[in-house]
């Protein structure tokens, strides 16, 4: 069965410092990794996807196979990156695809 | 827009009253699912549906029901809550596939209920 791991239920980093957000999933097929981000008092939006390769604020992540990670890293961590993260696993065919999500990382980014 | 739309946002219930939560997209999306969101536990899926009339269970289901009958709406439906069930609710729906055009999850605002 496929799982998602957020290892850290809250890390807290200095402005200007860097950000590494992990997460680890298990699934035996080809995956698609997802990270979501939820600010304060905010629906869930997606903030990056790995098919994508983008850069989106500043943030970056990285689909390793061989440790079976998708950590999230922003070199400078600024104020407004605070909100809850989310890693998401999107598996199986067309038909039967499914979605799971690791239990989140609140980032605290203190001034 | 295209936006994914639940309410009510807020509700206060108790125990056994029977209540509705409502989901509705405008995206044209084929899948539509409920997460409830707690403390500690992250996202956990209650139930999903890949189209009209098709709908299986998620990861937590008990005490929940779902129905599909038109591809925009997907409500969520607690026939007698419980205090258990007090939670922050969200449905979210997408475009069956893979791919970039595909597979990206678009997010209601959030329906938080409490039951006593």
């Known amino acids: 069965a496929q799982r998602v791991t957020q290892p850290e239920k809250l890390l807290s980093v200095f402005k200007g410092a860097p950000v590494e957000l992990k997460c680890n999933y298990s699934y035996s097929g080809s995956p698609e990794l997802f990270w979501y981000v939820q600010y304060s008092r905010q629906r869930l939006q997606l903030l990056l996807r790995h098919i994508s390769r983008e850069s989106i604020k500043g943030f970056t992540a990285d689909l390793n196979k061989g440790e079976t990670s998708f950590h999230l890293k922003k070199p400078f961590a600024q104020e407004e990156d605070s909100a809850m993260y989310y890693c998401a696993l999107l598996t199986g065919p067309g038909g039967y695809q499914k979605v799971t999500f690791g239990t989140g990382t609140k980032l605290q980014v203190i001034p | 827009e295209a936006q994914v739309t639940q309410n009510p946002r807020y509700l206060i219930t108790v125990t056994g009253k029977k209540l509705t939560v409502t989901c509705s997209q405008n995206?044209?999306?084929?899948?539509m699912s409920w997460y409830r969101q707690d403390p500690g536990l992250g996202l956990r899926q209650i139930y999903y549906s890949m189209n009209v009339e098709v709908t299986d269970k998620g990861d937590v289901p008990e005490g929940y029901k779902v129905s599909r009958k038109e591809k925009r709406n997907f409500p969520l439906i607690l026939e007698s809550p419980s205090p258990n069930q007090t939670s922050l609710y969200f449905c979210?729906?997408?475009?069956?596939?893979?791919?970039?055009?595909?597979?990206?999850?678009?997010f209601g605002e959030g329906s938080r209920l409490t039951v006593l």
């Open positions: 979210a729906s997408r475009l069956i596939g893979r791919g970039l055009a595909t597979g990206e999850l678009f």
């Open positions: 995206m044209n999306h084929e899948y």
